[in-house]
């Protein structure tokens, strides 16, 4: 049982390069969701998906786009990347919400844009 | 906006010393607390949920104070396998986007 894979773990890009955050789960989660976290900032929430086929926007998610075609896959594009975009960015998943829920987060992508 | 705020700490605790801290949030419709634990350089982890009546597991102990809107966390006998990040998280119900992360309490447990 794998729980939540990403990758890369790490990566550089050049400023105006666009990429792909893969992002993948093996336990039948609906929910899932990207984060990026700051120095000095609590995890910000990018976009997050209740299921396949449905997507949502979080709190900062300008310059980023989501797809979820399948219920394992919820990848994050960075369309034009800018320096303001270096963080560590953290995919996690979820059965369902509430007290006995609780996230389960992949090892998360250190980006850096140059 | 919704907020939940910690004390960034660092606490410095000397081993096999009791820690506590808190974390208050804003929203009063929130439904569901968390505490999660980062390494550095790591993931967040779920240490335990926060129930109304409180919990405990093992050394670890949480409390509710729905009235007051705040959460706590107690560690008693401190390892030095504690030394973490404790993030408070809040879910203020309405879906993946409810939920609300602390910035987090810097923790270091000295030998």
């Known amino acids: 049982n794998a729980g939540v894979t990403q990758t890369p773990k790490f990566q550089v890009l050049k400023t105006g390069q666009s990429m792909t955050l893969q992002c993948a789960q093996d336990?039948?989660?609906?929910?899932m969701s990207w984060y990026r976290q700051d120095p000095g900032m609590g995890l910000r929430l990018i976009h997050y998906?209740?299921?396949?086929?449905?997507?949502d926007q979080g709190e900062v998610p300008n310059g980023y786009n989501v797809s979820r075609s399948t219920t394992e896959d919820f990848p994050l594009r960075l369309l034009s990347a800018a320096p303001s975009q270096t963080s560590v960015y953290f995919c996690?998943?979820?059965?369902?919400?509430?007290?006995?829920?609780?996230?389960?987060f992949g090892s998360g992508t250190r980006l850096t844009v140059v | 906006r919704k907020e939940v705020e910690q004390d960034p700490g660092p606490f410095n605790v000397p081993e096999g010393a009791t820690v506590a801290f808190n974390c208050t949030y804003s929203?009063?419709?929130?439904?569901?607390f968390f505490w999660y634990r980062q390494d550095c350089r790591k993931e967040p982890k779920l240490l335990m949920s926060?129930?109304?009546s409180g919990n405990e597991d093992g050394r670890f102990t949480a409390q509710l104070n729905r009235a007051s809107q705040y959460i706590s966390l107690l560690i008693r006998d401190s390892k030095l396998s504690d030394s973490a990040t404790y993030l408070c998280?809040?879910?203020?119900?309405?879906?993946?986007?409810?939920?609300?992360f602390g910035k987090g309490t810097h923790l270091i447990i000295q030998p």
């Open positions: 336990m039948n989660h609906e929910y």
């Open positions: 929203n009063s419709a929130s439904q569901s």
């Open positions: 998280v809040v879910d203020s119900g309405g879906g993946a986007d409810g939920l609300t």
């Open positions: 926060v129930y109304s």
């Open positions: 996690a998943s979820s059965y369902f919400l509430g007290p006995e829920g609780g996230y389960t």
């Open positions: 998906s209740v299921g396949a086929g449905i997507t």
